[in-house]
């Protein structure tokens, strides 16, 4: 059995849930991966981001935001509202924000600068709920050297984390033969 790992860097952007078309990235891997049967897995080491497979729709709303992503924020924004206040969700908690610093203190000492987190920096529980629900992963069949997500599937990279732009990661792991 062959194991090939890839990643994509992503660089997302504050104030919206955003979406990134990955499929382009994972075919290319898996013709890469010269793996012609096993399975392909898309996932986010992010504990607010999601990968989800889902039909490709077309139609546009002005902020280049796909329709069915739209109305997908629109589902989810009715269950778990934005968090906007730290009124609204319980998370973080003092403890949370101590550890968050202490992280921040360990990446300083490497020569990055990074502003002291306060809690108006972590007002996130939405993202990590919302990540929680959707799911990190998907996992995909590959048989005769091609992904089957038929016509009109595709697989996408959420980061419904709104506070900050980033950069994110995107693991894609092949297994086959």
Known sequence: MIVYNSSIEIKTINNRNFYCDVTSQV???????????GICVVMSPHTTCSILFEEYSHDFKDSKEEFLQLDLDNVLNQVIPDHV???DYWFPGP????FANSINKKYEK?????????KKHLLNADAHLK????GSSE?????????Q???FGYIYFID???????IRHCKIQILGM
């Open 27 to 37: 075919k290319k891997t898996i013709e890469e991966s010269n793996i012609e049967n």
């Open 85 to 87: 206040s730290d009124k």
């Open 95 to 98: 403890e949370h924000i101590k």
């Open 110 to 118: 490497n020569k990055q600068k990074h502003k002291q987190f306060e």
């Open 131 to 134: 990540a929680t629900l959707i």
């Open 139 to 147: 996992t995909f069949i590959i048989e005769k050297s091609t992904i």
């Open 149 to 151: 997500i038929g016509e």
């Open 160 to 166: 419904w984390d709104r506070t900050r732009d980033r």
